[in-house]
């Protein structure tokens, strides 16, 4: 492969839009203040759920911001799609949490750094589009899933309470309904206050979202009656006290408790992985949704090596995992944002609320937040869908519930690797279902003869000599058929000379079923019998002649139509 080769093959894969925006004066004035719009209200809508974000994943606030910041823009240069607003979901919580608490902020950063990686290698290999084959029930099941555990890990803050909560879905849901006399009022009073004004908000106003609202209120009532001595809550400010003295944007480096060793990659593959699949499935979901909305098309691979580089950059920062978010995505959209210049500016937002506000954040109630992230836990359930599909086939209810308990009860990173091996189980066990392998006579081989023959009168051409024995393959010849090739096996041939078999509905054949056809060639011919392929597609036939099948059947009992085949056939049997 020479230099050139590469370079086309780079270009076909990577090809971010934003520098598709300058090229012929196709970026105008109008078009940068509908995104500088777009991009001040995306920054506000993102500030809210990045300081929600790093706090329930187990990290700090500011690193929340840093990677909306950092990976927001990143995201926005890099990527392949013109809409598509980047930073921390709620996806991420629970696998973050996880491995922070395992493997501290060092090991955050090599997880997600190797799902960076991960990222990248899946764009320049073009597997981006591989995640639209995803059964619809599996993402189902582990958002749903990861939305109750969200739900679950904010009812601490949610009540108030203040001892050590357990790890684990049902040891912390017996924790709280163990310690119902410890409900602190005033704080359960503020988190269904401020997840009832996000209700209602949302019901009246779309521009401005319902957490900003609630952020707002919620804190200016804190501070009140803290200030009227009447009652203290728990703030960002009385978790993290180092916020109120302002923050500077930190330089690139390593954390204290970073330590790079062949067992801790070796421990962190799967939580990587995991947070590779995560931000493929989460991005490309929403460039989907928003081509949908737009009419515009997004390239998958592109976006996602460019999530891979954000994914690579943004923890020498201190940042977190991040990905492409459908709900801010939207608000992009639904504001005005028409390119990637959008997604810069909310980027840009964001560090100035970081350098210059970010003391203010100190006193935003953490029951507040709570409230917040309860609404995002609701908004990610995606309850009406989950029922619906619990209406489908067996199979699909088992495959949604499944990943759904796997979430909830074990582990996401298992629930993540159960649901990429279903889904491949599913897909193969659909396509053998539509391939399959039958014995045709003289009167159906005539009735399906009707595209191969230049006229009905060649029908009576078609009759199968005695001494000849005519199978079909219908579908794909790979691995997914190689029990049923044993079919041909347990047949009798009851002394037949000749064994045809057709493949004109064969698209591909994969190394599997390279192999046993061989096989099937080998002891065919051990029995006497000899065995001429018929209907050969040329794609097929180039896979055969790459493993010297040609050579071993014999190039003359290789035929693009069942009528030279059959003449050859009647012509074995009389030489015998």
């Known amino acids: 492969m020479n230099t050139k080769t590469i370079k086309n093959y780079l270009s076909s894969v990577y090809d971010p839009k934003f520098f598709h925006l300058f090229k012929k004066g196709r970026y ?110 599996i993402i189902v099941g582990f958002t749903s899933g990861i939305a109750v555990t969200i739900f679950t890990t904010q009812m601490k803050d949610f009540f108030g309470f203040t001892g050590e909560i357990p790890s684990g879905f049902l040891p912390q849901w017996i924790y709280y309904f163990g310690h119902l006399s410890e409900i602190n009022v005033p704080e359960l009073l503020m988190s269904l206050g401020c997840l009832l004004l996000i209700i209602v908000w949302s019901k009246f106003f779309k521009k401005i979202p319902g957490s900003l609202i609630a952020l707002i209120a919620g804190t200016a009532v804190s501070v009140a009656l803290s200030a009227a001595g009447i009652v203290e809550f728990a703030t960002i400010g009385s978790k993290f006290p180092e916020l109120k003295d302002g923050l500077s944007f930190p330089k690139p480096g390593l954390p204290e408790d970073f330590v790079l060793s062949l067992d801790t990659l070796k421990n962190l593959v799967s939580p990587a992985f995991t947070i590779a699949i995560l931000c493929a499935i989460e991005s490309l979901l929403a460039a989907m949704v928003a081509d949908g909305v737009t009419g515009k098309q997004h390239h998958s691979n592109t976006e996602l090596i460019g999530e891979g580089i954000a994914n690579l950059v943004t923890p020498l920062f201190g940042g977190i995992p991040a990905t492409g978010a459908i709900a801010r995505t939207m608000a992009n959209i639904n504001n005005g944002g028409r390119t990637s210049v959008a997604g810069l500016i909310h980027a840009v937002v964001l560090l100035l609320i970081y350098l210059f506000l970010m003391p203010y954040a100190t006193y935003i109630p953490l029951s507040c937040l709570a409230a917040i992230l309860v609404m995002v836990a609701y908004n990610m359930s995606e309850w009406r869908t989950f029922k619906y599909l619990l209406k489908g086939d067996r199979n699909s209810i088992a495959v949604l519930l499944i990943t759904f308990f796997l979430t909830v009860l074990i582990d996401l990173t298992v629930a993540i690797e159960v649901g990429v091996v279903m889904a491949i189980v599913l897909f193969v066990r659909r396509v053998m279902e539509t391939s399959d392998i039958k014995v045709l006579d003289a009167e159906n081989l005539a009735a399906t003869e009707d595209d191969e023959i230049a006229s009905m009168d060649d029908i009576e051409m078609l009759d199968v000599p005695k001494g000849v024995e005519v199978y079909e393959i219908n579908g794909p010849f790979f691995f997914g058929l190689a029990n049923k090739m044993e079919e041909f096996d347990l047949r009798k041939e009851n002394g037949n000379k000749v064994r045809i078999i057709r493949m ?30 018929s209907g050969v597609q040329p794609a097929v036939l180039k896979e055969l002649k790459t493993f010297g099948v040609d050579e071993l059947i014999g190039k003359d009992h290789i035929y693009p139509h069942i009528v030279p085949a059959l003449s050859k056939a009647r012509e074995i049997v009389n030489a015998k």
């Open 504 to 533: 004109r509905k064969v698209p591909f054949m994969d190394t599997t079923g390279v192999h046993n056809l061989t096989n099937l060639i080998d002891r065919t011919s051990k029995r006497g019998m000899e065995v001429i392929l």
């Open 28 to 137: 105008s004035k109008d078009r940068f203040i509908s995104d500088l719009i777009a991009g001040v209200i995306v920054g506000i809508i993102a500030l809210p759920l990045a300081i929600a974000f790093g706090i329930a994943s187990g990290v700090s606030p500011q690193q929340g911001l840093i990677t909306a910041i950092v990976a927001g823009f990143l995201i926005s240069l890099l990527g392949g799609t013109r809409f598509l607003i980047g930073g921390p979901t709620g996806a991420f919580i629970v696998i973050v949490y996880g491995i922070v608490a395992q493997y501290g902020t060092g090991g955050l950063m090599i997880a997600t750094m190797m799902a960076g990686i991960i990222l990248i290698v899946m764009g320049i290999t073009k597997i981006g589009v591989i995640f639209k084959f995803i059964p619809y029930p």
